[in-house]
């Protein structure tokens, strides 16, 4: 029994007869072709990446698993279709947080078509690509079994500027993230931070695209997943499941063995935002800790004061 | 005795009646002020730069030490212009070789005008700034006293393909780059590599980068500048004066509290180059090495052998 997913962000979406992914909810989600060259290049990339022995097992895990093409009926009724058979990221989860990050400054690549690269252009000029190497696409965060999940589809993120992206980095870990009021970044050192964390995944990532020039990953998103169920659950960090996943890839092209620079630089602006939302959320919690301590001597001394 | 300097591999010359840099020779570099902004925001630049604590000293050394600005007697004779007052980079040094990389993807900042940008977009396109993240803009490599320079001016460099970029940095630390024969990439180990070779201070700058927020420096460049002389002198590995510096800040721009991912990724990838042509070069040595240990157990069994 397929169905359109619950917990797409961003992309074309299977609604009111439209093209769109389907899934099977026991793991598997059913990527349609896209038409002409973008459906035969995504699948040409899971195919050889997929039995690339140069790529490292541990740079494995930031890519869905790929099960090969199947033909299926197509959401939009138009008959059979071919889809990329792909794992589905978010299948065994309950209420999956998920931020869709499409990299790069530039998504055009030198061999495209004139009329693709300037649509292209416009679009990273008037968006945050150009100036921050990366823009946010779509999100959804769970707030409460009360409030649900605030989200943000493309029409809401298509006008982001730079603040309106430092914010939504910070409200994806906050507890409050439909408030107006400033986020608390409650679940920050447990979704970004930790050994684990998001950070410590988009670094590894990041040690990689240092060195690697095998493929040019443009118009490539980040999606960053989490569970917040999991948070604050003792020792079990893992069970918020926080991960970074590498998806869309009807645009990559060879690396001709130069570094991916543009998804790089990108990767390293979304990483400094990250490590200062850390930074200033732990410096945060230990000013209030700090004061916590304060105010317990105070009170303590005061206790002892009377008592004397 | 101003005079217009004897090293200078790209940008304006003071040639022919031309407005170009002059030097004293005793270690000051007089840059005229360009027209427009561009001469507003370099001085603005240095200026602000050369009194802002938030840059680490270490970092400073990579920067040409700024002295004030002077009204000077132009090179092109039209009178009284104003000039940055600089640290001649090569004033101490009898052959300097020196390469100018223009750095980054993309010469255009957003705040530019739509002529400037299509204008930038176009040289970005046709050179390997767009594929590379950079583009060499000129170099001159000390040969020998007989052959003396091996020079590469604007125009031989304009047209440059990815190869040919791999193939000058390699040229540039052989002892054959005018030769039409492999580049023999003897100099690398010792420009190159070390412990404050030219990779060592670009990764050093690299972590700089990855952190600083104040400045984008758009269509600046990175001298690396050595001495081929102390190449060979036991113990004497900085008599190389193996060195980089960055030049040319009349499209610096605010970083906006994001960083220079534009400049980051050009470096990363000129980084992974230099760092290929190392390894490459300590490997065909350790091979020769090798090759050269095995011929002499081969010789000395021989001699053993006939001896008996």
Chains 1, 2 share one sequence.
């Not at 930031?62 to 138009?78: I, N, R, V």
């Amino acid at each position: 029994m397929l169905k359109a997913p619950d917990h797409q962000v961003a992309g074309h979406q299977a609604h009111a007869g439209k093209l769109g992914p389907l899934v099977d909810g026991s793991g598997c989600f059913y990527k349609p072709l896209q038409s002409g060259e973008r459906g035969t290049i995504e699948a040409a990339f899971y195919s050889s990446f997929s039995s690339n022995s140069k790529v490292p097992t541990h740079i494995r895990r930031f890519f869905p698993t790929f099960h090969g093409t199947q033909l299926l009926e197509a959401s939009d009724g138009s008959g059979m279709h071919p889809h990329l058979v792909l794992q589905d990221i978010v299948s065994n989860r309950l209420d999956p947080s998920v931020m869709d990050i499409k990299m790069g400054s530039r998504t055009w690549y030198p061999q495209a078509s004139e009329d693709y690269i300037m649509k292209c252009l416009q679009k990273d000029r008037e968006s945050t690509s150009v100036a921050l190497g990366f823009r946010i696409s779509g999100l959804q965060t769970f707030e409460s079994e009360k409030l649900g999940y605030w989200k943000l589809d493309r029409d809401a993120v298509q006008d982001f500027t730079l603040e309106d992206v430092k914010l939504t980095l910070k409200r994806f870990v906050s507890s409050n993230p439909s408030s107006n009021a400033e986020p608390d970044c409650l679940l920050a050192s447990t979704i970004y931070g930790g050994s684990d964390g998001i950070l410590a995944q988009l670094l590894e990532l990041k040690a990689w695209f240092e060195d690697q020039t095998i493929h040019h990953f443009y118009s490539c998103s980040i999606l960053t997943v989490y569970e917040k169920a999991g948070v604050g659950e003792k020792g079990s960090r893992s069970r918020t499941g926080a991960e970074v996943k590498l998806v869309d890839f009807a645009h990559v092209v060879d690396g001709k063995g130069v570094i991916d620079h543009n998804f790089l630089g990108g990767l390293c602006a979304l990483i400094k935002f990250v490590s200062d939302i850390l930074v200033s959320s732990t410096n945060r919690s230990k000013a209030e800790g700090d004061l916590k301590e304060q105010t317990e001597e105070i009170e303590f001394s005061i206790a002892n004061d009377s008592k004397a």
